[in-house]
């Protein structure tokens, strides 16, 4: 199993461009989050999913769109980056809520110019 | 609204000695659960130990224990015989019980070197 996946591991973009990250899971999971994290900071939630077809917003969602078509992948989309969202965004997938363990990908270092 | 403190930046500990992570949380919840991830060099975030608010006894996970002292709402970690392969970022957090939402509120993390 490769766990958690995502796509791209690095990017740059100017201020203005749009683009999508991929995540996807093999686990059977129904709930996936997308997380950002800033120096000095611990995660922050942007937005997560309880099921396919379902997406709601977190702690920081203004500046992203999520989607959830597929059970085993959620995208997070940036319409027109601002420097401010440059970070590392981590996607992480659990089987349920609460106790049950979040498994988180490898993260996407992000760089808005 | 909740939140997760720890207090200590850094922390420095020698190989095979014994090293303890603070941390501490803010809640009016009764329900809820605690975690320490590690983060190594690699970014990729791992699950070290959990504990349930509901139960009294610390969690251990072979040289990683917990003191979970929930009335001082004081969550620290224990790292025993400490390795090489334990420098890292880690992270506590919160996250509530299955009435709450699906926040999970993390630290902003303590840099953990060990030194050979």
């Known amino acids: 199993n490769a766990g958690v996946t995502q796509t791209p591991k690095f990017r740059v973009l100017k201020t203005g461009q749009s683009m999508t990250l991929l995540c996807a899971q093999d686990?059977?999971?129904?709930?996936m989050y997308w997380y950002r994290q800033d120096p000095g900071m611990g995660l922050r939630l942007i937005h997560y999913?309880?099921?396919?077809?379902?997406?709601a917003k977190g702690e920081v969602p203004d500046g992203y769109n999520v989607s959830r078509l597929k059970k085993q992948n959620f995208l997070l989309g940036l319409e027109s980056a601002a420097p401010s969202q440059t970070s590392v965004y981590f996607c992480?997938?659990?089987?349920?809520?609460?106790?049950?363990?979040?498994?988180f990908g490898p993260g996407t270092r992000l760089t808005v110019l | 609204a909740q939140t997760v403190t720890q207090s200590q930046p850094e922390m420095s500990v020698q190989e095979a000695e014994t090293v303890t992570l603070s941390c501490t949380y803010d809640?009016?919840?009764?329900?809820?659960?605690l975690f320490w991830y590690k983060q190594p060099p690699s970014r990729q975030m791992i699950l070290v130990i959990r504990q349930e608010a509901y139960k009294q006894q610390n969690a251990t996970e072979n040289r990683f224990s917990v003191n979970f002292q929930k009335a001082a709402k004081s969550f620290s970690l224990k790292i025993s015989d400490s390795q090489l392969g334990d420098a890292a970022m880690y992270f506590c957090?919160?996250?509530?019980?299955?009435?709450?939402?699906?926040?999970?509120?993390f630290g902003a993390g303590t840099r953990l070197f060990v030194k050979a």
């Open positions: 957090a919160y996250r509530p019980g299955n009435t709450g939402g699906f926040k999970t509120i």
């Open positions: 809640t009016s919840e009764s329900d809820y659960y």
């Open positions: 686990m059977n999971h129904e709930y």
């Open positions: 999913s309880v099921g396919e077809g379902t997406t």
């Open positions: 992480a997938s659990s089987y349920g809520r609460s106790v049950h363990e979040q498994f």
